[in-house]
């Protein structure tokens, strides 16, 4: 099984900022959804980054990338 969330080195390379919140800048421009970790820390999935997830997601998704630990 493939890992599924995406890890800090990807987010870096995707991004191309170390800063979280350059990360987030361009995550938000590309419309690409992301948790923030209580340190700050980008996190997002594959599926998000490979477009197999709406772009618009219903509002109640609860989306908690923290229940993936």
């Known amino acids: 099984m493939t890992n599924l969330v995406v890890s ?12 979280p919140t350059k990360q987030r800048e361009v995550l938000d421009r590309l419309g690409i959804r992301y948790t923030v970790r209580r340190d700050g820390h980008i996190r ?24 993936l630990r």
Do not use: K
């Not at 800090?8 to 800063?19: A, D, F, K, V």
């Not at 594959?46 to 923290?66: K, V």
């Open 8 to 19: 800090e080195q990807e987010i870096i390379e995707l991004t191309g900022y170390i800063r």
């Open 44 to 67: 997002t999935t594959r599926d998000w980054l490979s477009g197999s997830q709406p772009a618009t997601p219903p509002a109640d998704d609860d989306f908690n990338l923290g229940a």
